[in-house]
């Protein structure tokens, strides 16, 4: 068997065993590369271990950075009981409003899974309220953290458009962006007229039922005003946070809740929007590092108030940080090994390079379902390399339908962020039904998302 199969195995065997057991899969793949790296192909651990990009990484910590000095000081609420606030007492418009805020969270840095532990309680507890459908209020929340995935400052964004140019297929960051917004706002539409979404359109909040303050601004709310927030009352299920709580970027079982003291001022609240304004600015406007830009913004932010944001950098996502290190160190192992080309040129060779596009859109969709989406994007792009290079197949287009296969089916409750809304559904609707509903469509999704998503941005381009 050649290394390049070697290299395969092994990564098919890293991604089973970091779904199956609590392990985090960017460590699993340090020792799969330095494994395959030392005795399949020869390599010492200098040479393993200089596949890491040090842009991309320091773009993880930046951003994540800045996200949580963002949630700490309150903007994050702020900009959550703002956009309730344009709901004018419209039921309909808040599913909205909470994909809107999901996406815009997202779309400045936050993990997709921190995303959706802030707002999924919020959204959830909505939905017990108004009876909004849990289905329809919980995957919008989930499809907003995809809508936003992959702006050019997201962590998603970052990835997928770091290694594109880094395996030269140029820089594709917009068409990746607008693909997954408008693919994941039609899934929205879709789910909300399916599930009754017009029948909200009649309903009003009056001002007395209104609760639409951040509990760390109100204390521990009443049972009759907290139903708007967490549901009706519950506690939150372990593993999920509230709006304002951190678990780090990523959720791992225990809540770390924010002292309401720590909550910022309006000052603080705007230095941290024209933060976050700055680094696109300085990113998207002048070509900068978005890495060097976004965890300058957070010193400047740590100096000014260098008391309140002492222990943010605990806050950053580390165990996100791990998960890419090591999968994007693992992925040169692949390359190494020619692993991308042996794929590609098998799904070439099946007699139509966009048939070989289809597959792959459905290994990622498949594969995510289950795993990491985080993990899985710097290993299935450079795979497509040798397809693109054997057809007549846009780059661009191509790895944002592999981006978006891979990032739509994260409604999955075996995924973070299905999970999440499973822990936090509300007390109108059983455990087990609601479980049965996130999974059948999540397998609606996983079935016909690829296929819609090629037919629409790889077909008709080929």
Known sequence: MGPEWVAILALVALFVVGTVLPINMGALAYVAAWFVGMYALGLDEAEILGGISASLVLTLIGVTYLFAIARQNGTVDLIVRKSLGLVGGRVAFIPWVMFAVTALITSIGAASPAACAIIGPIALGFAGRYKISPLMMGMFVVHGAQAGGFSPISIYGTITNSVMIENGLGDASITIFLSSLVVNILLAAVLFFALGGTKLMSMRITAGDEALASPHHDGPLHRDRSSAVSGTGATPTTGTAPSGATT???????????????????????????????????????????????????????????????????QIAWPTVLLVAGVSTYATILTTAGSPEAVGLWAAGLGAAAIGALILCYVGGVASAFASSTALLPVIIPIAIPLIASGNISAGLFVAALAVSSTIVDVSPFSTNGALMLANRPDSIGEQTYYRQILTYSVIVTLAGPLLVWAALVLPGW
């Open 248 to 314: 780090g970027g990523t959720p791992s079982g225990t809540v770390t809740t924010v002292d309401p003291a720590t909550l910022g001022s309006t000052r603080d609240h705007v230095l941290t929007i024209l933060a976050f304004v700055a680094v696109a600015g300085v990113a998207l406007g002048l070509d900068r590092d978005i890495g060097l830009a976004a965890i300058t913004a957070a010193v400047v932010l740590s100096i000014i108030s260098p008391n309140k944001y002492k222990d943010t950098v605990k």
